[in-house]
């Protein structure tokens, strides 16, 4: 027999802790998320939790918005029990993740036409770009932003801002680089 998913485990012990009014509140905050049709045919916290994960909202990478929801709706003694799951490891990966969206930021601000040279230098073919710029027309910004995160599902563990900058810096775009280089070495210095 497999061992129980722990993370499984987590959401329905939390999922039986709420009741009815704190579910709807819940629901009421994942509007944006989940589709109408679907939202109403959630009936608990642990349908809702199901639907979340679906959506990869929720997974065990990355538990950030769980968090979120349950101290909006003022349950941070649940909101605890999530970090204690996520323990210390996950600390550091929600760190890293953080520090890769500011460094999409920053490439999304400072990198002009030429972002397609630099998202094949990452390794996404171009099939992939085609997709995304035909699901984001008229945004370039955008459209490059969504080319980073697929490169961030891609790689996994190997989306990392140095090798963001590795990138940039074989695309020829060194001031870009370094104003990411220095960014990330001004976020080391404050944590």
Not at 2 to 13: G, R, S
Request: charged residues 30%; contains cysteine.
């Amino acid at each position: 027999m497999e061992k129980v998913d722990k993370l499984n485990a987590m959401l329905l012990q939390i999922s039986g802790k709420l009741d009815n009014k704190e579910l709807e509140d819940l629901k009421f905050l994942c509007q944006n998320k989940i589709v109408k049709k679907k939202m109403e045919l959630i009936s608990s916290p642990i349908h809702l939790f199901r639907q979340l994960k679906e959506l990869l909202e929720i997974s065990e990478e990355d538990l950030s918005f769980l968090v979120e929801l349950l101290d909006t709706i003022n349950r941070h003694d649940l909101a605890q029990e999530v970090e204690k799951f996520r323990g210390p490891q996950s600390r550091v990966q929600m760190r890293e993740r953080d520090q890769l969206d500011q460094a999409f930021d920053i490439i999304c601000e400072n990198v002009g036409k030429d972002w397609k040279k630099l998202i094949r230098i990452l390794g996404i073919a171009d099939a992939t770009m085609d997709q995304v710029i035909y699901e984001n027309p008229n945004n370039m910004q955008e459209q490059l932003r969504q080319c980073l995160n697929k490169w961030r599902e891609k790689k996994k563990e190997g989306a990392t801002v140095s090798a963001l900058v590795q990138g940039l810096e074989n695309c020829r775009m060194r001031l870009v680089s370094e104003r990411l280089a220095d960014s990330i070495n001004l976020s080391h210095g404050t944590s």
